[in-house]
């Protein structure tokens, strides 16, 4: 944000206050009207507000996030986030994400302008980190084959946030993406206090990686969208939802 001091913004639904750091567009808090005292994430300076990976011309995986924008700018008007990145690595790539809220939920959606013609593969957003540090009995749901629930998570439960973990390659299996292995498009992480629930309000089932992984200091609730990112401009057809629930 340009022009004056840097300061958290915040965004309020029917239940839930989320805060973003002014300056990088990223997401540093939630915290829910029925917990109150309790936040929900576990945010560090070194997260980024969002990841693309791509192919180079020998066909090897390359990532790039917001963090590598030679321009930044976020602002918050009329109750929406519009936050804005320019140039990234250097290269004519920009994206522009949206934060809104609609009663229930924030709503979450990113353009990608690739004028660079990078071959992106997928788009990892938004970047939520939970915190291990909720009361009572913990757990994550994750919609996966006859669905999966790992009760009390701690970091050597889940898979490491490497770039790996989120391509498509033979240890990672064929089929185990929505729609596919993964029969649902949400993940969800529960807790005494309430849990924090992230979900893709699409109805033509664009292909999508959905996971939950140990991103330190917390669990990471990913959703990479995989697919079609064309040289020019691609606007996520669906939004996503981020709130809390009891």
């Known amino acids: ?33 029925g917990a109150p005292g309790v936040e929900f994430l576990a945010s560090a300076p070194e997260h980024p507000a969002f990841v693309i990976q791509y192919l180079d011309g020998a066909g090897a995986y390359r990532q790039l996030d917001s963090r ?54 997928d788009v990892q957003f938004p970047f939520v980190v939970a915190s291990y540090d909720l009361p009572g009995d913990r757990a994550v749901l994750r919609p996966l084959i006859m669905s999966e629930l790992i009760a009390n998570p701690q970091p050597q439960d889940l898979p490491p946030d490497f770039p790996r973990t989120w391509q498509f390659t033979p240890e990672n299996g064929d089929s185990l993406h929505y729609p596919g292995g993964t029969f649902a498009q949400f993940i969800a992480y ?3 206090a309430g849990g924090v629930y992230l979900a893709c309000d699409d109805t033509q089932a664009h292909v999508k990686l959905i996971k939950g992984v140990h991103r330190d200091p917390g ?3 990913g959703i990479a969208h995989v697919g079609d990112w064309p040289a020019g401009s691609r606007t996520l057809e669906y939004d996503v939802l981020l709130g809390s629930f009891d």
């Open 1 to 33: 944000l340009w022009g004056r001091a840097m300061a958290d913004m915040r965004l309020t639904t029917s239940g839930d206050t989320l805060t973003f750091d002014a300056g990088s567009g990223r997401l540093v808090s939630l915290q829910r009207a």
């Open 68 to 121: 590598a924008a030679e321009t930044t700018t976020v602002v918050l008007e009329d109750g929406v986030l519009t936050a804005q990145f320019g140039r990234l690595g250097g290269q004519a790539v920009d994206v522009r994400f949206t934060v809104r809220t609609d009663g229930r939920f924030s709503r979450w959606n990113l353009t990608v302008d690739n004028a660079a013609g990078l071959r992106i593969v």
């Open 219 to 221: 669990i990471r609730l």
């Open 190 to 192: 529960s807790s005494a």
